[in-house]
């Protein structure tokens, strides 16, 4: 009998499977493909907070922004690189919404030395941009650190069920809890109001003459050189998905474009192609993530009929999956969410901490049963 089972590993998976780890639980971590095999092995691992005036995404970031460069630097600092990063806007919109981030954040800024600035494109110069110190992370060694202490099982998980007080799954494990941790793949649990947007990611990493010390980000992420090696990475295809197109995607396209907009942004020269990292991530409607336990829809529909027109919901009334939460939905951001938030879930399951009604999945059941 396990205490907990993560069904994804991937950055949120592997960032649960540390925290319970660290309280020294039995933890049995399920992938289909392998650890960091998906979205988060592609993913340019940048952590960052979002550069934006204002919002409920821009503040939760923040928060983890700083609690993840921290919690990297101080418990994986071999897979975590500090460098500065530069945010170079796009357009004129986005010129106006760095003034008023810098005009408005806490954090400390920086600014560009002499010498980047002569790299940087015609274009690039022009655009406002904002510079702190931050960092990237090394997604395979981090997840796999993560999970040092877990019993890893490459296996796809096919059958989930809730048996006198534990989890069965594919029949031969047990576990007192089961964490989601699937990203925009196949959850498992089948419930109309739970829907995720897949976005298709896609990294390369390169050989070139260039020398970069910064994280540049405009249209595309680029890193820090390392060994005469740097990456190139983008969330930036919205409509590919793996399980529903009928064609493959087009990875020399791929390659083109991120080189292109590499080029908007820095001059790169004598460029080879090292390797390509692919992968869908997952992020939710409503931009924000999705963090805590499901709601049963029949059920709750059946019980809390009278209540579910309400102008604000209230959350406590509604009926649950036993044992059963999720972490998912970090779009673009799971490097920087997943420790923060696999922190706020295992305090939740572990000592009955509360999680904000903002990220709970039951906001989506609240707005579908009102459609009902």
């Known amino acids: ?5 993560i069904i994804g590993a991937g950055i949120n998976g592997c960032s649960v499977a540390y925290e319970f780890i660290k309280e020294g639980k039995r933890v049995l971590l399920f992938d289909k ?11 340019g691992a940048f952590i960052s907070p979002k550069f934006s005036k204002a919002g409920e995404l821009k503040e939760l970031l923040h928060s983890a922004f700083e609690y993840s460069y921290d919690f990297y630097d101080k418990n994986f ?5 500090k460098a500065p ?9 986005d010129d106006e919404a760095l003034r008023v981030y810098k005009q408005n954040t806490q954090l400390e800024l920086q600014s560009i030395p002499l010498d980047v600035q002569a790299q940087l494109s015609e274009d690039a110069k022009k655009r406002e941009n904002v510079c702190i110190y931050a960092g990237v992370v090394d997604a395979q060694k981090v997840c796999n650190d993560m999970n ?9 998980v096919d059958t989930l069920v809730f048996d006198d007080d534990f989890w069965v799954i594919n029949e031969s494990y047990s576990a007192k809890n089961v964490v989601l941790a699937t990203g ?3 959850m498992l649990i089948q419930e109309p109001y739970m829907k995720l947007r897949g976005v298709w990611g896609h990294r390369i990493d390169i050989k070139t003459t260039t020398q970069n010390f910064y994280s540049l980000h405009q249209y595309v992420s680029i890193s820090p050189s390392h060994e005469g090696q740097l990456a190139i990475g983008a969330t930036h295809n919205v409509h590919y998905h793996p399980e529903k197109a009928d064609k493959p995607y087009d990875v020399e396209q791929g390659r083109a474009e991120l080189l292109h907009k590499a080029s908007q942004t820095m001059n790169l020269d004598n460029i080879e192609i090292v390797k390509d990292y692919t992968g869908l991530r997952s992020g939710s409607f409503d931009y924000l993530p999705m963090l805590g336990s499901l709601v049963l829809s029949k059920e709750t529909l059946l019980t809390c009929k009278g209540s579910l027109h309400v102008k604000k919901p209230n959350f406590t ?4 999956y036993p044992n059963l939460s999720m972490i998912n939905g970090s779009g673009g951001y799971g490097f920087v969410l997943a420790p923060y938030l696999a922190k706020i879930l295992t305090e939740h ?12 999945p039951a906001r989506f059941f609240a707005r579908w049963a009102k459609k009902r």
Do not use: N, Q, W
Not at 77 to 81: D, N, V
Not at 85 to 93: C, G, N, T, V
Not at 148 to 156: L, S
């Open 85 to 93: 990063l530069i945010h170079i806007a796009k357009d004129e919109a």
């Open 349 to 360: 399951i572990l000592h009955d901490k509360k999680i904000s009604e903002r990220i709970s």
């Open 33 to 43: 493909e392998g650890i960091a095999s998906g979205g988060s092995g592609a993913a």
């Open 1 to 5: 009998m396990y205490d907990v089972a």
């Open 77 to 81: 600092p071999l897979a975590f690189t």
């Open 184 to 186: 925009a793949y196949d």
């Open 148 to 156: 040092c202490g877990a019993k890893f099982v490459k296996e796809k």
């Open 317 to 320: 009334e509604y009926m649950y």
